[in-house]
């Protein structure tokens, strides 16, 4: 769905004023002005909803009446009818390759949609099988909005289909707020760590909850990226290397370059050394990193059809960031899939006011760079050897979702510029564990299977040190073949920036 | 700063990657930046140059017409604005000679500048110039008793009537046509990939298993072409089959590992294995883009799809609008490509147009307009719309020939006919002055032009700066 003005939008707005009037709670009031934040005059569509659904709930009771009946699912018929049928997108779907029982996104995308106009249909249980790699968006040639289709038709199976008492409901969302679990674990990461890692634990997790055994349980860090930034002086300190790095390259040192991170809750809670690059590097070009308070890009929401859940999120990220955006701060990422739901699947699925705005300031960190700064020239001219390293060849895999974003290129073009650094891709095929599809016991064999050609070319490949920027992607990676696995912020860092690792050490 | 080439190239397609691969070849720095993965997808695998050089004019009586036994003598019976007449033979050569350094081994058709005959899923024998090596052992020129192989559920290879259409058409061997269950669990999947996967990794021994199905099937076949079949119940191979020289499969023999597939079929039967070209969506497709993404790797060019090109600047070089021949045309300083909402900055010295025609978006309309939507080209056509199709459903089509004007070197040209940039060629679809539906010339065109495209897109970008690029030069 698009910023257009959405019934079942004003119907969430709706339920936020009742939910508001109700208890009237401080907490509230200040997430909605949060949320209201960018209503001022930015992307009018959003605004309407909003306004419109506000403008509705006048409080005397009053129940609009739905005129055209199929009004609510209007939006995804020109894309519906866009597609004439070539089938492009299926030869492209990693999971039907693999297995025979999935339809294909054609299938799920506009003939069910098509289906669905009868009443009597029921959303296919197949819909829980797609991945949401996404990769059909790109496929077709008709700019059929696939991955959007499969979204609202996943959200409408769980809400409508979906045994809200079945264990596995639970386990889809235990899985796709992942970021409350983190939290918790973080509190006590050694502990978190040492449960987790318990093989009597994963066998209770796998039995019961229906997540694999197979895999290890991500480790959560001793210190989260959000203390470690807190803990050195948070923005103020910021501004203040910004400031430094800009005088010592020759840049004006009033210059106003800031950026606002979205790291995720992966590289918060799991791979602060991923977030921590990103720092050290956009400081080191002279832009001052702010990391407004955030909550999960909807991502792993999205995948499980749990899109109130995302929502929620959604309207939290929106607010905060759209603030700095109407300020003429940029938004970058670190993670792919990250960047994919502000850019893409925020402005297709919700229309939070500011949506539009955010999504067209988003960008992926290292694309931020290569577009703003001379990234591949500074990289060319940097004197770094295999030694500053300690790698000198990895084994690069683009991620679906990085993919999708035109960014698949990117990372091999760059490290190209380093010297004696090899870097080869690795591959066109998808690594298979799609965020938390391949934690699921049920699913466990078809993300390996998918798995497999990516597996292979890795070995062949034969490098140091596996790459991606995807935090689930490296899951996959280690686990089909056991190679260490980096982010290409970690080597931009370990080439462009002098000591800065030693100087936080010493503070 | 925004993201420099020499080259680039926009369109990922056939005529796209031709152009980036013979400007890679000439040392130039080349990126295609693309809308959507490439369209090769949908096609049919094959390469076609010239079929039919007067698709309108040379029907007998019963509405047949002889394809062209070599597509390079043909040229000349072209109009004076066909593409192939505009860039030459000698660029067509050398598309071709891109195309075939690219492709090595994945196809045939190199040995010769005649045209091969192939079999299509269709029932019909298409002229073309290259095809798959999965096809080779399929040519019609070939008189070696045939028989077809279709999948039961799958509704887009009927082999009981593509061998009656081939038979009525009149090909040189007897050729028959069976359905039979694919073996195990994919018995009646149609997705195309599934089954190459099951294939490429012999899941649960599933060549064998489809071979001993396909031996046993001849005296299905519904007619006499092979003979009494003997008692098929037993597993050993029936009288018919004996007679089988070449087996014909849909064209599903394996995505990653085509040719051990069709290897191990063949050893089983005993007998040449090919693949039928299919209707989209296509493995042969799927390959040949697999095949030309990695030449392009190979040869070090930047992709990047998935980003449609909205929006360019245009810088007038010293003396534009200038009268007389020394009238520079002005340049196209920098691309931006949109990504999600965001506008992606490139400046590269020289830009190829490799968009597509009506069907790919490269050339679009509206009810009073025929335009070129990146560049806004000129895309002449009739003023009365009633003009742009004719009454005949496959007669002679304008609308088939809208597309930008280009000259000798694959310039874009204005309305004056004056190179509209200094650093604008266009390739493939998006050129005009040829009917590629009834000429069978649509991979040609694209090999030629984008080859011609490609080399002059060097020579405008090497024009715009003296000394090679130095990527630190403006730190």
């Known amino acids: ?507 | 700063m925004a993201i420099r080439d020499d080259v680039l190239v926009v369109g990922g397609g056939l005529a796209g990657m031709t152009a980036a691969l013979a400007a890679a070849r000439e040392g130039a720095s080349v990126r295609v930046v693309t809308d959507s993965e490439s369209t090769l997808q949908q096609a049919s695998g094959l390469v076609d140059v010239l079929g039919y050089p007067t698709p309108h004019d040379d029907a007998d009586d019963a509405g047949n017409r002889t394809p062209v036994a070599n597509p390079f003598d043909a040229v000349d019976a072209l109009p004076d604005d066909h593409p192939y007449r505009l860039v030459g033979v000698d660029a067509l050569r050398g598309g071709l000679s891109v195309f075939d350094d690219a492709t090595g081994d994945l196809y045939r058709g190199g040995h010769t500048e005649r045209n091969a005959l192939v079999p299509t899923v269709g029932g019909t024998v298409k002229p073309t110039a290259r095809y798959p090596a999965s096809v080779a052992p399929g040519l019609a020129s070939d008189d070696r008793t045939t028989l077809l192989v279709g999948f039961d559920g799958d509704t887009d290879v009927d082999a009981p009537n593509v061998a009656a259409h081939l038979r009525a058409a009149g090909v040189p061997f007897d050729v028959g046509g069976v359905t039979v269950e694919f073996p195990g669990d994919l018995d009646g999947t149609d997705q195309q990939t599934r089954l190459a996967h099951a294939l490429d990794t012999d899941e649960d021994g599933v060549r064998r298993r489809l071979a001993e199905r396909v031996k046993r099937s001849p005296k299905r076949a519904g007619d006499d072409v092979f003979g009494e079949g003997g008692d098929a119940d037993d597993g050993a191979a029936v009288d018919g089959f004996g007679d089988v020289d070449r087996v014909g499969f849909p064209a599903v023999l394996g995505r990653a590992r085509p040719r051990q597939v069709r290897d191990a079929l063949a050893e089983r039967l005993d007998a040449a294995v090919f693949e039928l070209p299919p209707a989209p969506p296509s493995l042969p497709g799927v390959r040949l883009r697999y095949r030309l993404r990695d030449a392009l790797r190979e040869a070090g060019v930047a992709v990047t799809t998935g980003n449609p090109v909205v929006d360019h600047d245009v810088e007038p070089t010293e003396g534009a609008g200038g009268d007389g021949a020394e009238n520079p045309a002005p340049r196209i300083t920098t691309i931006y490509a949109d990504r999600n909402g965001t506008k992606t900055p490139y400046e590269p010295d020289a830009v190829v147009l490799a968009t597509g025609g009506l069907v790919g978006g490269g050339i679009d309309s509206e009810r009073d307009a025929v335009y070129e939507p990146v560049f806004d080209c000129p895309v002449a056509h009739p003023e009365d719309r009633y003009d742009w199709s004719d009454a005949d459903a496959f007669g002679p089509h304008a609308f088939a020939r809208f597309g930008v004007r280009i000259d000798a070197d694959g310039r874009v040209l204005g309305a004056d006919g004056a190179p509209l940039y200094a650093n604008l060629t266009a390739a493939g679809g998006v050129v005009g002055g040829y009917d590629a539906a009834a000429e069978k010339s649509a991979s040609g065109v694209s090999l030629a032009t984008g080859y011609a495209a490609g080399r002059t897109a060097v020579a405008a970008a090497s024009s715009s700066h003296p000394t090679p690029t130095d990527v630190t030069a403006d730190r």
């Not at chain 1, 009037?21 to 401080?26: D, I, K």
């Not at chain 1, 050694?190 to 019961?208: D, H, I, P």
């Not at chain 1, 564990?433 to 034969?462: L, P, Q, R």
């Not at chain 1, 992607?473 to 080597?491: D, F, K, N, R």
């Open chain 1, 1 to 507: 769905m698009t910023d257009e003005p959405q019934p079942h939008d004003d119907q969430d707005v709706q339920d936020d004023h009742h939910a508001c009037s109700g208890c009237g709670s401080t907490d509230d009031a200040g997430d909605t002005a949060k949320t209201d934040g960018g209503t001022a005059v930015d992307d009018a569509g959003g605004g309407t909803a909003t306004d419109g659904g506000a403008a509705v709930d006048s409080g005397d009771g009053f129940e609009p009446i739905q005129v055209f009946p199929e009004a609510e699912d209007a939006d995804l018929r020109p894309g519906s009818d866009d597609c004439y049928k070539c089938s492009t997108c299926d030869t492209t779907c990693p999971v039907a390759e693999v297995d025979e029982d999935f339809p294909g996104p054609k299938f799920q995308g506009p003939e069910q949609w098509r289906l669905k106009r009868s009443e009597d249909h029921d959303i296919d249980d197949s819909i829980s099988k797609c991945s949401n790699c996404m990769r059909c968006d790109s496929a077709c040639p008709s700019d059929v909005p696939l991955s959007q289709m499969h979204n609202t038709a996943r959200a409408q199976y769980v809400d409508e289909q979906m045994d809200k008492t079945s264990l596995k409901y639970w386990r889809n969302r235990l899985l796709a707020n992942y970021g409350t679990m983190a939290r918790l674990g973080s509190t006590f990461p050694r502990l978190t760590n040492a449960v987790m890692g318990n093989s009597l634990v994963q066998q209770v997790n796998e039995k019961l909850l229906g997540i694999t055994a197979e895999r290890e349980f991500p480790e959560f860090a001793t210190e989260t990226f959000r203390a470690w930034y807190a803990k050195r002086g948070g923005e103020a300190t910021s501004v203040e290397n910004a400031r430094r790095a800009r005088k010592r390259r020759g840049d004006d040192p009033d210059a106003d370059k800031r950026v606002a991170y979205f790291h995720g809750d992966y590289a918060n809670h799991n791979t602060p050394e991923v977030a921590k690059a990103l720092v050290h590097v956009f400081e080191s070009f002279g832009y001052a990193v702010l990391v407004p308070e955030q909550r999960c890009s909807g991502t792993p929401m999205f995948a499980n059809g749990m899109l109130e859940d995302a929502r929620r999120a959604a309207k939290v990220n929106v607010g905060n960031f759209s603030e700095l955006v109407e300020d003429g701060v940029d938004v970058v990422c670190s993670c792919t899939s990250c960047s994919m739901a502000l850019r893409q699947e925020y402005p297709e699925l919700f229309s939070i006011p500011g949506t539009a705005k955010v999504a067209a300031n988003t960008y992926d960190a290292v694309e931020y760079l290569r577009i703003n700064e001379n990234l591949d020239g500074e990289l060319a001219a940097a004197d770094t050897t295999t030694d500053d390293l300690g790698v000198d060849s990895f084994a690069y895999h683009a991620p679906c979702h990085a993919r999708n974003q035109g960014l698949d290129g990117q990372t091999v073009e760059l490290l190209s510029q380093l010297d004696d650094v090899d870097a080869e891709d690795v591959g066109d095929s998808c690594s298979g564990i799609s965020g938390t599809y391949g934690w699921k016991t049920e699913k466990y064999e078809t993300s390996m299977k998918i798995g497999e050609e990516m597996f292979e070319h890795m070995e062949e490949a034969d490098a140091t040190t596996g790459m991606t920027e995807c935090p689930t992607c490296a899951m996959q990676m280690e686990h089909g073949t056991g190679y260490e696995i980096e982010h290409p912020l970690q080597v931009l860092e370990a080439a462009l920036v002098d000591g800065a690792t030693a100087e936080d050490e010493a503070a």
